[in-house]
Nanobody
Framework: QVQLVESGGGSVQAGGSLRLSCSLS????????MAWFRRGRGKEREGVAC???????WTPSSVRGRFTISVDNARNTLNLQMNNLKPEDSDMYYC?????????????????????????WGQGTSVTVSS
């Protein structure tokens, strides 16, 4: 498994922005599918963004237009830019990685490969949005 370490969480007022980063212990080029999840309100972690090795991204409707996932190959990091944050975005955020392509993963839940399809996880970073 690849080691993942998240950073960039914190507290912000509603309407503000945060940028989360996830550093990898090995060459990000070896990873084919990466994603950001948050703890969510249900039984499973809620996927908020996913990116495949060819750069194609997916985001659920709940965050589309506000959250952007990207890869910085030079810094070997996965990033999540979160804009126009809302109090309901307050949560623990986790990055995840899988050596298979996103399109090969199954099942998908609400437009993102399901939590159980990812083999490597970080410890999480906390985001708090105040109204």
């Amino acid at each position: 498994q690849v080691q993942l370490v998240e950073s960039g969480g914190g507290s912000v007022q509603a309407g503000g922005s945060l940028r989360l980063s996830c550093s990898l212990s090995e060459d990000i080029g070896n990873i084919y599918c990466m994603a950001w999840f948050r703890r969510g309100r249900g039984k499973e972690r809620e996927g908020v963004a996913c990116i495949d090795s060819d750069g194609v991204t997916w985001t659920p409707s709940s965050v589309r237009g506000r959250f952007t996932i990207s890869v910085d190959n030079a810094r070997n990091t996965l990033n999540l830019q979160m804009n126009n944050l809302k109090p309901e975005d307050s949560d623990m955020y986790y990055c995840a990685a899988e050596r298979r392509g996103c399109r090969s993963l199954s099942p998908w839940v609400l437009g993102i490969p399901a939590r159980r399809t990812f083999g490597s996880w970080g410890q999480g970073t906390s985001v708090t949005v105040s109204s």
